[in-house]
């Protein structure tokens, strides 16, 4: 099955889907959305967006769409296409994605961007408001962890490259959950997420923001069959040294064990 015959699983139409592969400029008119947050003087401010009004998004781009004019079209972006939880097509959209991008940042705002990937489904929906990830034993690095640990704030994007070729943007507040602690709210979440594997934890995300991300530039891709040996701490089969960055790393034997009361030591 090649990419131009896969069937459309989403909401998007395969009219659209010529039209935009097409790269034609006329756009279809949409059927009206449903009822939505509005943004209005009724809303107080987000104390989480300092300094950004009622509207959603950051002080900066709030700064930037006055200086280059583009105000208009970002006030009807934020009031047509963003809201403050998942609505059903987003729910049924995350039900069906297989990977997706995660941003972070630490206490300090130095990022990391990272990839998590598994069966469809693996990003649970636990109501409109939360959603939830796994995390399984990987590197021992725990840099989103890691940084979550410090800054709560978190970005995903989730991208259908080979039906819909539409994305979503989910962003809101982390934390980490053990995986019994979750259990015990959650139930019904799936035992075997990965192949066998079982998630240590998992990232649960208060959702502040949902919102699409368009598919004009959005690449069409082709799913294949795929075998791997997997829950194995192989190097060779994991990618291995592929950058070749063992030879220009820099030795870290001689550095002294860290532990909790010397980092905390090295905070003061």
């Known amino acids: 099955m090649t990419p131009d015959t896969l069937v459309p699983t989403g909401t ?43 509207l959603p998004g950051s002080r900066g781009e709030h700064l930037l769409q006055c200086a280059y004019g583009t105000g208009d079209r970002a006030r009807r972006f934020y009031e047509q296409q963003v809201l403050d939880r998942l609505n059903q097509a987003m729910v049924e959209f995350v039900g069906r994605m297989d990977m997706a991008f995660v941003a972070t940042a630490d206490g300090s705002g130095e ?29 021992g ?65 208060e959702i502040e923001e949902a919102y699409i991300h368009c598919r004009k530039h959005i690449p069409r891709m082709a799913p294949v069959v795929r075998n791997r040996a997997w829950g194995t701490d192989d190097a060779r089969r994991k990618g291995g040294d592929y950058f070749g960055a063992k030879a220009d790393s820099k030795p870290w034997s001689h550095a002294p064990e860290r532990t909790p009361a010397t980092i905390r030591s090295e905070a003061m």
């Not at 935009?20 to 401010?45: F, G, H, I, K, N």
């Open 12 to 54: 998007a139409s395969p009219d659209l889907l010529d039209l935009e592969l097409a790269e034609t400029t006329v756009y279809p008119r949409r059927a009206p959305l449903p009822p939505r947050r509005q943004v209005s003087s009724d809303v107080p401010p987000d104390p989480l967006r300092a300094e950004s009004g009622r």
């Open 111 to 139: 990022c990391d961007a990272t990839l998590r990937c598994g069966p469809p489904g693996f990003i649970q929906v636990l109501d409109e408001r939360h959603l939830a990830y796994p995390e399984y034993r990987g590197n």
């Open 141 to 205: 690095v725990m840099a989103s962890l890691g940084n979550i640990s410090e800054n709560p704030h978190i970005g995903i994007l989730l991208v259908d490259f080979v039906t819909d070729l539409i994305g979503l943007h989910v962003n809101g507040l982390a934390r980490i959950v053990e995986d019994a602690d979750l259990r015990v709210v959650h139930p019904h979440l799936p035992t075997d997420l990965e192949r066998g594997r079982a998630p240590e934890r998992w990232v649960v995300v």
